[in-house]
């Protein structure tokens, strides 16, 4: 079990709807989610056409990021990249520690604080929980601190893909008055899954969402969760049986077993027949309903669920890329150059055809 004392801590946010690090999903309010859902889908539509991806292009060319990423990671790397892309950011990576300074001992402060002298921005994937707060407590002591953002701490905590995830549920419930209300269910191994753990900390923002956690007892849901949900009171349930559920659930997010985390082969233990979907499962959901997956996906997922209107999973993973150019526009301040952006006379000034989204 991860201890209390090596947990992600929230970096207070720097006030209002700004945001400067991105650490802990707690920081997160409704008004900065809305903001950034919205922020999101302007950003799609104005980069569908030439002059608009020019424009994006132009919005940071003065800025550069580096990639700190010592976990394996496919899609948030490249979508943290490519929305950096997006914004004419340029990039550079660290990937594998053995080819940096860190295996001649130099220490982790030291190393970040190299990092920032070079770049504007950090961002961290690491095998260990705190060490993307603890880098961003370290930039707010030295005279030029660069944003940190956690792109994944151990098995604790993942807020930008709780962020994309806001936006695809969201998105997918905007006919059905958004997110407020709806039954989410999250299946598989809770217990050590981040982004079903940083999700549930951005429910508090929702009214009358009901949780429904389906896993089985040895990854259940951990109890930091659990009093964080029933601190903010939103009701959760919990089941060992999917098929009593199934019926009622407006999303259904589905995950894979963490084996990484295996101390005692804990995984093959356990039959996870019980916690995956397929074509019959299917049958067994509401015609509206929603099936999630952060990926990359295991058994869990009957790659034939692909082709049912339901599935979201892969709209889901190119949301990430926009939610995070998103974020990218936030820290550094130039989200009013895309939310004053007058659409149509925009499209017209440029000979482009009108932008929908
Ligand atoms: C997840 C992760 O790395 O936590 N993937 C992702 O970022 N999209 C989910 C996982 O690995 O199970």
């Given at each position: 079990m991860i201890q209390e004392a090596i947990r992600e801590q929230p970096v207070p946010a720097t006030g209002g709807t700004e945001l400067f690090h991105v650490i802990d999903p707690r920081v997160f309010e409704r008004r900065l989610l809305d903001e950034l859902c919205d922020l999101t889908t302007q950003?799609?539509?104005?980069?569908?056409?030439?002059?608009?991806?020019?424009?994006?292009?132009?919005?940071?060319?003065?800025?550069?990021?580096?990639?700190?990423?010592?976990?394996?990671?496919?899609?948030?790397?490249?979508?943290?990249?490519?929305?950096?892309?997006?914004l004419g950011i340029r990039t550079s990576e660290i990937r594998d520690p053995s080819t940096s300074s860190e295996v001649k001992g130099e220490s982790f402060e030291d190393s970040i604080r190299t990092f920032s002298s070079y770049v504007d921005l950090i961002i961290m994937r690491t095998h260990s929980p705190g060490r993307a707060a603890q880098a961003a407590r370290l930039m707010d002591t030295i005279p030029r601190p660069v944003p940190v953002i956690n792109a994944g701490s151990g098995s604790d905590?993942?807020?930008?893909?709780?962020?994309?995830?806001?936006?695809?549920l969201d998105r997918s419930f905007s006919e059905r008055g958004g997110i407020d209300g709806k039954i989410i269910g999250m299946m598989g191994d809770l217990k050590r899954g981040r982004t079903v753990r940083s999700l549930c900390y951005l429910m508090k923002n929702y009214a009358d969402v009901h949780l429904v956690f389906i896993a089985p007892?040895?990854?259940?849901?951990?109890?930091?969760?659990?009093?964080?949900?029933?601190?903010?009171?939103?009701?959760?349930?919990?089941?060992?049986?999917?098929?009593?559920?199934?019926?009622?659930?407006?999303?259904?997010?589905?995950?894979?077993?963490?084996?990484?985390?295996?101390?005692?082969?804990?995984?093959?233990?356990?039959?996870?027949?019980?916690?995956?979907?397929?074509?019959?499962?299917?049958?067994?959901?509401?015609p509206e309903a929603i099936i999630m997956h952060p990926l990359p996906r295991g058994p869990e997922l009957d790659p034939a669920v692909d082709m049912d209107p339901r599935a979201m999973y892969w709209r889901q993973e190119r949301n990430g890329m926009w939610m995070r150019v998103a974020v990218l526009l936030k820290i550094f301040r130039m989200e009013s150059r895309i939310q004053d952006l007058d659409l149509e006379s925009f499209a017209a000034q440029h000979g482009d055809k009108p932008l929908v989204s």
């Open positions: 950003v799609r539509t104005v980069a569908k056409s030439y002059a608009g991806a020019r424009l994006l292009q132009e919005l940071l060319l003065n800025r550069r990021a580096m990639f700190h990423f010592t976990q394996p990671s496919t899609r948030t790397f490249l979508s943290f990249n490519n929305a950096c892309h997006v905590q993942h807020p930008t893909q709780a962020l994309l995830d806001i936006y695809t007892e040895q990854f259940a849901m951990q109890n930091d969760v659990k009093h964080h949900l029933e601190e903010h009171g939103i009701p959760f349930r919990e089941t060992e049986q999917l098929g009593k559920v199934l019926p009622e659930l407006d999303a259904l997010y589905v995950t894979r077993m963490q084996s990484e985390w295996d101390k005692a082969d804990e995984c093959p233990a356990v039959d996870f027949r019980r916690f995956s979907v397929g074509t019959k499962e299917l049958r067994m959901l509401k």
